[in-house]
């Protein structure tokens, strides 16, 4: 999230884990544990990040509610832009396009044949 602004797919790539960039920053980075904090996954979430920058100074940032959470929902753009960046892996142009007017309107429809029909035809 650091180096581009984002975390998709392409994020966790082997491709993308072994490039120059992230080698770089990940020597720059230390993980501390505080034994007194909870070890439970919404107290790991929880956890602040602390950057040290370039003068010295440092910004630390906790976030309780994760984007995307209940909590912290995404925006219908948000979820449509994460939606076809996992999608576009299998499904090309106006397929994916259908697959989201279909997820959109899924209670509408009258059996899972329907929404099938819709991304096949």
Known sequence: MLLDGRVDLDSFSDA???????????DKV????HHEWGDD?????RSPV??????????TKQVDKVRGSPGNPMTRD???????GCAARVLKGDRLEKSIAALENLEKLAKA???IDTLTT
Do not use: F
Not at 30 to 33: G, L, R, S, T
Not at 41 to 45: D, G, I, L, N
């Open 16 to 26: 993308y884990c072994n490039a120059p960039k992230m080698r770089a920053s990940l």
């Open 30 to 33: 230390q993980i501390n544990k």
């Open 41 to 45: 996954a919404a107290s790991r979430r």
């Open 50 to 59: 602390t950057l040290t920058l370039k003068d010295g100074s440092k910004v």
């Open 78 to 84: 948000e979820l449509l832009g994460k939606y076809r």
């Open 113 to 115: 044949s329907e929404l």
